[in-house]
């Protein structure tokens, strides 16, 4: 029920984009608020941009204007454009549901995505 099963990492150049996929079950997907995280090597897992189920948003300030999550309600898939992407977003990326928004910035969840690499070379 909880399965969050993401895809779409990979290695590109400073200024490259990259497209993360995160696919759900119906339930999970409807009734959680849904978000982005990042753990780089080193470094504490951070949020990056989340939605809750009642439409609130965040986006940390360093990633505002360059990357945007999007869903698509009919595949249960949420998603993460990252453009302009830079050396310092290089980390394992992480899909998350929680059912409480507050958690989030507690850096918890309910369910995890299993993590993708996200290379950015300089």
């Known amino acids: 029920q909880g399965q969050l099963v993401e895809s779409g990492g990979g290695m590109v150049q400073a200024g490259g984009s990259l497209r993360l996929s995160c696919a759900s079950s119906?339930?999970?997907?409807?009734?959680?608020?849904m978000g982005w995280f990042r753990q780089a090597p080193g470094k504490e897992r951070e949020f990056v941009t989340g939605?809750?189920?009642?439409?609130?948003?965040y986006a940390e300030e360093d990633v505002k204007g360059r990357f945007t999550m999007s869903r698509d309600n009919a595949k249960n898939t949420l998603y993460l454009q990252m453009n302009n992407l830079k050396p310092e977003d290089t980390a394992v990326y992480y899909c998350?549901?929680?059912?409480?928004?507050?958690?989030?910035?507690?850096?918890?969840?309910?369910?995890w995505g299993q993590g993708t690499q996200v290379t950015v070379s300089s």
């Open positions: 939605i809750s189920w009642a439409g609130a948003t």
């Open positions: 998350a549901a929680s059912r409480e928004w507050a958690h989030f910035f507690q850096g918890a969840a309910d369910y």
């Open positions: 119906r339930h999970v997907f409807t009734t959680y608020c």
